[in-house]
């Protein structure tokens, strides 16, 4: 059984480009959630996808979308790059919404 | 809305010392607490949880209480080894939020163990 990953490892991006990371959750889990990690702080929620459909949003404005596909994987988009978009980019899956969630290593996200 | 506030680091201790590392909780329903821990270069992983007040939550001898009272779970161990530092988080999960199981961490606190 493998476990969630997440590509790419880091990437370096500028202000005002798009980027889209990828997660690919653990076998079998329908439900995944994005996190970001700003430096020195704890993760804050992004939003959460449980079957294909967004299933909650934390407070980040719509330049953050998601997509779940129907193997499960995820892709988080962000459009518009601001400086205070870098940070360490999580990905959690879990077999239903009200399960343990298991995290992936994360992307390290550097906006110049 | 929720969060989770826990002392800042770093703790920095001795190996076989003591630790607590405290964490107390807003939170408008009745939420599941969780503690995660999360080594360096690696992803966060589970520690323990409690799901409701009163409950203990432990692994590999580390503990921690749910005390709806004092709106707290603190995190303990008695007897700390090098293996034990990475940043520790205390989070919650609030059912009463309309996101399935989303998680309000903490800051996060760095331990640090010396030989």
């Known amino acids: 059984e493998t476990g969630v990953t997440q590509s790419p490892t880091h990437l370096i991006k500028t202000r005002g480009q798009q980027v889209t990371l990828r997660c690919s959750s653990q076998?079998?889990?329908?439900?995944v959630s994005w996190y970001q990690q700003a430096l020195g702080q704890g993760p804050q929620f992004i939003f959460q996808?449980?079957?294909?459909?967004?299933?909650g949003r934390g407070n980040f404005p719509p330049r953050f979308s998601g997509l779940q596909f129907p193997n499960y994987s995820s892709e988080l988009n962000v459009n518009a790059l601001e400086l205070d978009d870098s940070a360490l980019y999580l990905c959690?899956?879990?077999?239903?919404?009200?399960?343990?969630?298991?995290f992936g290593p994360g992307t390290r996200l550097t906006v110049t | 809305g929720d969060s989770v506030t826990q002392m800042e680091g770093p703790v920095t201790l001795s190996e076989e010392a003591f630790l607590t590392i405290n964490c107390t909780y807003t939170?408008?329903?009745?939420?599941?607490l969780f503690w995660y821990v999360q080594y360096p270069g690696e992803g966060l992983q589970l520690l323990l949880k409690?799901?409701?007040?009163?409950d203990k939550g432990s692994n590999k001898g580390f503990e921690a209480t749910y005390r709806k009272e004092t709106t707290s779970f603190h995190l303990e161990k008695g007897s700390v080894q090098v293996s034990d530092s990475a940043v520790y988080f205390c989070?919650?999960?609030?059912?009463?939020?309309?996101?399935?199981?989303?998680?309000?961490f903490g800051g996060g606190t760095r331990l640090m163990v010396k030989p």
């Open positions: 996808y449980y079957r294909e459909e967004e299933n």
């Open positions: 076998s079998g889990h329908n439900t």
């Open positions: 939170a408008t329903g009745y939420p599941s």
């Open positions: 409690a799901t409701k007040a009163d």
């Open positions: 989070a919650l999960s609030d059912d009463s939020n309309n996101a399935g199981n989303m998680l309000t």
């Open positions: 959690a899956s879990s077999l239903q919404t009200g399960n343990k969630q298991y």
